[in-house]
């Protein structure tokens, strides 16, 4: 059995602890020349666990070369991981060094660490790509021993994670003798993960490390004293209950879904903090710097509560955090267990959390979510097979990094595990689009970036090219942005917002942000100007693609949840009795079948589907549907989708419900609607700027969003109508049918449900339709006082559906087939 050396032995005793399993198992896959991947509980030492190898043999065997790469996903968390592994080097007084890597390193550090690389470099999948394709990359690399891959779930299966395994495969040519340990504490597709890590993509030589399972969780469900509401997903009712929980515990993490729920929720609880307890906010759009200063305080102890949305999901150990609060339902179980690690830091201790739902239908999701944990589930989809967009840039990047054979580079990006399976017909596609553009572009100058020389290899075109390769590298392409500034365009930056949401402001309207009422003054170059104060309801920023589809997982067991009544003593009363009118007034949707309601209201038909798939599928379910139901002749109006439910309101009575969900829905309906939808125009504009078609940043400065989507549009229609096949093409439909459209989910219930459809003809409105109803014609949420103020607006409707709902007495409605026959 493998043993610590005396002076880590000696390091351990010090400090009362003794080398976990999981940890001795690590140590000794790297003796025997194996790689690892690692799942062990928060608490277990797993970060321990990757860095005690490479410890070991620097002060076994010290270098002046770099040693060892870890890799995490967020900057703040890297930073945090070299703040904790100074402590055991100063205290064992090892001969080491540990340097951070990231977009916000000065140039000055930069140029050392290239000069005189640190032992252990820190730092993301980005700055790491600029390493890679550097041209002294295999210089750097060559003493390279050990690449640690921290929170690897989060990685896995995103357009980042793609270029991390590319990067990951370079590496592999650039110093083979380094081995790979994967850590993370939440993975629903081990082998998957484990076939990510390894350096043939296909999992050999990988061990899989399962630590010890830490003390079960303690949830319960916070149940606001005050009316629970039919709709609405920020929780903001419930602000009072939270902070009477926040005063009872030390310090507590209240994550939100949304920045702007977090901005809502943070007011919402200082007008209830008359003690002035310490809460903080914490958000991506926040400047840095204040992010940083609410991490200090964090770790100093200085604080009671911190708002926070998935930017403090990942990692960050606080051992003073002992509650978790999940406001509104948390959509998935991996990420509520991900959440749930952030309290109690301690393996023998459970994370005590409190889930708060924001209406009757998250009361079921926390319910199933709770039974899941119990229950040891997670959730999640298996990593999808590597993006294209993403596979052009890291060609370019490897050109510029130096001239390749086009036969090595698909052998080496075939041992990334998200391109194990890339046919050489794809590689070549890539490969030429890279080259010159494709066919529909190559009369164009500046889309030819590479050439090849009479022996086959390919060069980049100029070093032009090579540096504006640099200036817009990366997969994270976010919406255009703005710097918020306090008084004028040179003042304190507070963070970021929107183009399209500064684009709604007139001087003088007042907003939230980081926790401050803001008054707006006007936009100076790419800056907006506000100053304090403001007069008037606030508005709110909303940021594009926050929200989190419920997983299938969660709607499985929402669905078993609503057929199991002995399991409705878990529900508060007013959900326990929703459900029973439910079932007396129509039916409850089932396990494997589907729900379909149907009635009359206000002059208009309404349709009502039950189909638990998430909001992202049930909007392009609507979509689909709509236009089916127009060829049928139902003249449909609109619709609306929920996580839950989809609802569409039209001009005539729907009809042959059964042939309106038929699975060839998604053959020429699919195909008519996105080549009308600007959908997949939009989807382009990202594929575009990551595969280096459309720049965002050029010397000039960067293009704004305008720029973006003119050029973008106008390929998109000359490749539409010149090459259909173009690859930037299939990226953009493949994006679409995983991302905005979420074909695969959609297709299984179709599927699932053929002849397995529950139609409900109603002569009036059904409790469960009650929440979607309220759903039309909404607004987002830009008021101060949010939700309880569309609830007080939707008050006198609510009580108009829910006395529909129960002025009758109870009777099974009559199905379709028995109102024909009447």
């Given at each position: ?33 194996h790689?690892?991947l ?14 005690l ?9 010290p ?9 995490s ?12 592994l ?23 550090r ?46 896995a ?81 419930a ?18 879904n ?8 943070f ?39 911190v ?11 606080w ?8 406001v ?31 209406n ?17 589930e ?15 840039q ?74 504006q390769?640099?200036?817009?590298l ?53 800056s ?23 997983s ?55 349709l ?62 699919l ?25 965002r ?112 007495p ?13």
């Amino acid at each position: 059995m493998i043993a610590l050396p005396p002076r880590f032995a000696d390091w351990f005793a010090a400090r009362g602890w003794h080398l976990r399993a999981h940890q001795r198992a690590v140590l000794q896959a790297v003796q025997d020349q194996h790689h690892a991947l690692l799942i062990a509980p928060t608490g277990g030492g797993k970060t321990l666990a990757g860095f005690l190898p490479s410890l070991i043999e620097l002060t076994d065997a010290p270098t002046d070369h770099l040693h060892t790469l870890y890799i995490s996903p967020l900057k703040a968390l890297a930073t945090d991981i070299a703040r904790n592994l100074q402590a055991p080097i100063d205290e064992m007084k090892l001969p080491i060094r540990v340097e951070t890597r990231s977009g916000d390193t000065p140039a000055n550090r930069r140029a050392r660490q290239r000069a005189r690389p640190p032992h252990l470099l820190l730092t993301t999948p980005e700055s790491l790509a600029l390493l890679v394709y550097a041209p002294n990359a295999g210089d750097y690399f060559a003493g390279l021993r050990m690449i640690v891959i921290d929170e690897v779930h989060a990685l896995a299966g995103t357009k980042r994670g793609d270029q991390l395994a590319l990067c990951l495969a370079r590496l592999n040519t650039l110093a083979p003798a380094a081995r790979r340990i994967g850590l993370s504490a939440t993975i629903a597709h081990p082998q998957a993960i484990q076939r990510f890590v390894s350096p043939d993509g296909q999992g050999a030589d990988t061990r899989l490390i399962i630590g010890e399972a830490g003390s079960a969780p303690v949830i319960e469900m916070l149940i606001a004293p005050v009316r629970m509401p039919w709709s609405g997903h920020m929780g903001l009712m419930a602000a009072g209950a939270i902070l009477e929980r926040v005063k009872a515990a030390r310090m507590s993490i209240i994550f939100v879904n949304t920045r702007a729920q977090a901005e809502l929720m943070f007011e919402a609880l200082w007008r209830h903090n008359d003690e002035t307890i310490p809460i903080a906010l914490h958000h991506g759009s926040l400047a840095v710097e204040q992010r940083r200063r609410v991490e200090a305080a964090m770790a100093q102890g200085a604080l009671r509560a911190v708002v926070a949305t998935s930017s403090l999901d990942l990692g960050i150990d606080w051992a003073s955090v002992d509650q978790v609060i999940q406001v509104a339902a948390p959509k998935g179980v991996s990420r509520l267990m991900q959440r749930l690690g952030r309290a109690n830091h301690r393996l023998d201790e459970a994370s005590h959390a409190l889930l708060v739902p924001a209406n009757r239908f998250e009361v079921l999701e926390c319910v199933a979510a709770i039974a899941s944990v119990a229950a040891g589930e997670l959730d999640g989809d298996p990593p999808r097979p590597g993006a294209l967009d993403v596979l052009a840039q890291h060609i370019l990047g490897c050109a510029c990094a130096g001239p390749f054979h086009p036969d090595d580079l698909y052998t080496e990006i075939t041992r990334a595990s998200p391109y194990a399976h890339l046919p050489r017909a794809d590689f070549e596609d890539v490969l030429r689009y890279v080259e010159d553009g494709g066919y529909a572009l190559a009369v164009y100058e500046r889309y030819r970036k590479l050439f090849r020389d009479a022996e086959g290899l390919v060069h980049v075109r100029n070093q032009k090219l090579v540096r504006q390769f640099r200036m817009n590298l990366g997969t994270i392409v976010e919406a255009p942005t703005l710097k918020l500034r306090l008084k004028h365009e040179r003042g304190p930056v507070l963070g970021e917002v929107e183009e399209y949401f500064a684009a709604m402001l007139r001087p003088g309207d007042t907003f939230l942000f980081a926790g401050r009422r803001l008054s707006f003054v006007g936009l100076r170059e790419t800056s907006l100007i506000a100053v304090d104060g403001g007069v008037g309801e606030p508005k709110i920023p909303a940021y594009v693609g926050g929200r989190m589809p419920l997983s299938t997982h969660l709607a499985d067991r929402v669905r078993a949840l609503l057929q199991r009544r002995a399991d409705w003593d878990q529900l508060p009363a007013p959900v326990r009795e929703w459900l029973e009118m439910q079932a007396l007034r129509s039916d409850l949707p089932g396990e494997t079948d589907l729900l379909v309601e149907t009635f009359p209201r206000g002059g208009r038909w309404y349709l009502v589907a039950y189909c638990f798939e998430g909001r992202q599928a049930h909007q392009a379910l609507g979509m689909l549907l709509t236009r089916r139901m127009e060829r049928f002749g139902d003249q449909p109006l609109g619709f609306v989708a929920t996580d839950y439910v989809l609802g569409i309101w039209s001009a005539r009575p729907p009809h042959d419900i059964a042939r309106l969900f038929a699975p060839d829905l998604l053959g020429d309906d699919l195909e008519e609607w996105l080549a009308e939808s600007a959908m997949l125009k939009r989807s382009f504009r990202a594929v575009a700027v990551i595969a280096g078609l459309i720049e965002r940043v050029h010397p000039g400065g960067e293009r704004n969003r305008r720029q973006i989507t003119i050029n973008t549009d106008l390929i998109y229609d000359v490749l539409r109508k010149h090459e259909p096949n173009h690859i930037l093409l299939r990226a953009t439909r493949a994006d679409a049918a995983h991302g905005l459209v979420d074909l695969s989910r959609i297709a299984g219930m179709l599927n699932r449900i053929q002849g397995r459809i529950t139609h409900r003809a109603l002569a009036r409105v059904s409790p469960l339709a009650v929440p979607v109803l309220l759903e039309i014609g909404r607004e987002p949420i830009r008021g101060l006082s949010g939700e309880d103020a569309l609830l007080d607006e939707a008050a006198s409707r609510v009580a108009e559906l829910v006395a529909e709902c129960f002025d009758d007495p109870p009777a099974r409605p009559a199905t379709l087939a028995q109102r024909a026959a009447m």
